[in-house]
Nanobody
Framework: QVQILESGGGSVEAGGSLRLSCAVSNGAWNSYRTYSLGWFRQPPGRERETVAAAETDGAAAYADSVKGRFTISRDNARERLYLQMDDLKPEDTATYYC???????????????????RGQGTLVTVSS
């Protein structure tokens, strides 16, 4: 069974940075080579929202709310998906999850609250 493990969350002040990591276990990474891998988040008491997604070749797409501040990357050698988050804002506070979709990154983003993940997520808290 494929397991997804997100890590790297924490508490930071506004303007700070965090780097999230997503590991895909049981040799499933290669099965996602034609998929977009991405991140979505669920703020407390609000609907989940897609944040960023990337294809194997590095083509990526971002939600307008994070564009210019977040950078997504896929490390095929380490079988990891990353999300570098800079200039964090209190509204970025959420539990972040990674997910896969058999679609290009812009389509991944349009999934919005229909996106689903398998991991437990990692909590990011940004204080003002």
């Amino acid at each position: 069974q494929v397991q997804i493990l997100e890590s790297g969350g924490g508490s930071v002040e506004a303007g700070g940075s965090l780097r999230l990591s997503c590991a895909v276990s049981n040799g499933a990474w290669n099965s996602y080579r034609t998929y977009s891998l991405g991140w979505f988040r669920q703020p407390p008491g609000r609907e989940r929202e897609t944040v960023a997604a990337a294809e194997t070749d590095g083509a990526a797409a971002y939600a307008d709310s994070v564009k210019g501040r977040f950078t997504i990357s896929r490390d095929n050698a380490r079988e990891r998906l990353y999300l570098q988050m800079d200039d964090l804002k209190p509204e970025d506070t959420a539990t972040y999850y990674c997910a896969a979709a058999p679609a290009p990154p812009p389509t991944f983003l349009r999934l919005g609250n229909r996106i689903q993940g398998r991991g437990q997520g990692t909590l990011v808290t940004v204080s003002s």
